[in-house]
């Protein structure tokens, strides 16, 4: 393996307090639809836009409960909103009301209801000014090559940090749509009197935790988890060189824009059994060839009994070793799992200044850059390719510089999914390969 070092970087960002509790609201592609763009005034204010059109009266609503609706309506502003569809904002409300209210066929009043007087009144705030951008942007703007145009929104998650914090938003447009995040935008650029209003498929609700976050509470990363702890040996969160700090630093999150595909505990157990499978197996080899040797076989005999107790054994032994994450803290694999060779293993797994999601990656076998890349610049990086259905994407690979075949992102966009998860720091794509850089 090559030695990788030196590749974690710090900078002077600005602190990022807690912001909004609600966890993202994206959407299957099969709840996604297309309504017919409204003909609202050219000298309409914006505020006075949703007002008037039917399909945005819930997201009206939440404008209205956030105490933003004289924003909205300043002519002396220029904005950009991002209004999700009435169908969006109700299944917004079942995920807020934690699934007390159905995600649709409950009377309109309901929705309305719970927004008027459940909906915290902070929450509404920030959801609406994450879905605010403080200038006119048309889809004519909006990123066009890998991955996208961050552009910050009116949310300010903690004031008391710094007055010029803001949380961005990532435009994307190809051939096939355009997209806030994830989300796709379903009828773009109503144009009105101090702005634009481009309606969307789904909320867009703002990040409020950080990737190692993830990483440290789901079940199925508990290997990655162990290898990061294994990739970190002698150092903590707070040690700049970490990947413990870059993926879990709350203070330098708003800067990082990183991607994360993170490999499934089952992916690294097939990857594990793979790599010490022949470890094991000539460990097994040698011990029962010694012991055939001192008994008076021959040595051809013993190479005979050598090779049958280390093939009946080897698989079992093999399998007991990497069935757990604490494989990565037995001492007598640190020769071959080093923190080097792990932390080089992880970086590779890491785009570092693209927030890429799904709609972002090209449609054809395209070799994209890793965090790898800043310590060994010629390396071709990994090859990605999606497939999309409509304007969402249906399936992602990832392909490693030697893994025999790619691996799949595990497409699967709701909250606590597997795909496009978004974090303060960064977005997270769950695999089901480890990546192998050589």
């Known amino acids: 393996m090559i030695a990788f070092k030196n590749i974690l970087k ?14 993202a609201c994206n959407k299957a592609p099969d709840e996604i639809g297309i309504i017919t763009p409204p003909s609202p005034s050219p000298d309409a204010a914006i505020g006075d836009v949703l007002k008037g059109n039917a399909e945005d009266s819930l997201f009206y609503k939440m ?6 609706l004289t924003t909205l309506n ?21 995920g807020a009301s934690g699934g007390l209210i159905p995600p649709s066929g409950a009377p309109e009043a309901t929705y309305v209801g719970f927004i008027n007087t459940s909906l915290p009144v902070a929450s509404a705030a920030g959801v609406v000014q994450y879905n605010i951008v ?7 703007s909006f990123g066009a090559s890998f991955a996208n145009l961050a552009y910050p929104t009116l949310l300010n998650p903690n004031p008391a940090a ?70 970190d040996s002698g150092k903590t969160i ?10 879990g630093t709350q203070a330098i999150a708003p800067g990082l824009n990183l991607t994360l595909f993170a490999p499934t505990d089952a992916a690294f157990q097939a990857a594990l059994y793979v790599q010490a499978y022949p470890i094991v197996y000539g460990q097994l080899y040698q011990g029962a060839y010694a012991t055939a040797i001192a008994g008076g076989a021959t040595p051809a005999d013993a190479a005979l009994a050598a090779t049958a107790y280390a093939t009946a054994n080897a698989p079992a032994q093999t399998t007991a070793l990497t069935s757990s994450p604490t494989v990565f803290q037995n001492p007598a694999l640190y020769p071959y799992l080093t923190a080097q060779v792990v932390q080089g293993i992880l970086v590779y797994h890491l785009f570092f200044g693209q927030r890429a999601f799904t709609p972002n990656f090209p449609t054809t076998a395209t070799a994209v850059p890793t965090f790898l890349n ?36 595990l497409i699967n966009p709701l909250p606590g999914g597997s795909s496009d998860q978004h974090y303060l720091n960064g977005v997270m794509h769950k695999i089901d390969q480890v990546l192998f850089p050589q």
Do not use: E
């Not at 950080?210 to 988890?225: E, H, P, S, V």
């Not at 707070?238 to 993926?247: A, D, G, V």
């Not at 310590?375 to 392909?399: E, I, M, Y």
């Open 10 to 23: 710090t900078g002077g960002m600005l602190v990022l307090g807690t912001g909004i509790i609600l966890s």
């Open 63 to 68: 404008v209205v409960r956030a105490g933003m």
């Open 74 to 94: 300043d002519k002396a502003k220029t904005l950009t909103v991002f209004s999700p569809n009435n169908a969006a904002v109700r299944q917004f409300v079942s």
């Open 134 to 140: 403080p200038q006119k942007v048309p889809t004519a």
């Open 162 to 231: 710094s007055a010029l914090l803001r949380l961005d938003g990532y435009l994307s447009k190809r051939t096939n749509g355009a997209w806030l995040n994830n989300i796709p935008v379903i009828v773009p650029d109503r144009m009105a009197g101090n702005g634009v209003i481009h309606s969307t498929a789904a909320v867009s609700v703002p990040p409020s935790t950080l990737i190692l976050d993830r990483i440290n509470a789901d079940a199925g990363l508990t290997f990655l988890k162990a290898a990061i702890l294994r990739a």
């Open 238 to 247: 707070t040690t700049p060189t970490s990947i413990q700090y870059l993926l």
């Open 374 to 409: 800043s310590v060994v610049p010629a390396h071709p990086g990994v090859t990605v390719a999606s497939t999309f259905t409509g304007p969402v994407v249906t399936a992602l690979t990832v392909k490693g510089l030697v893994n025999p075949t790619a691996s799949n992102v």
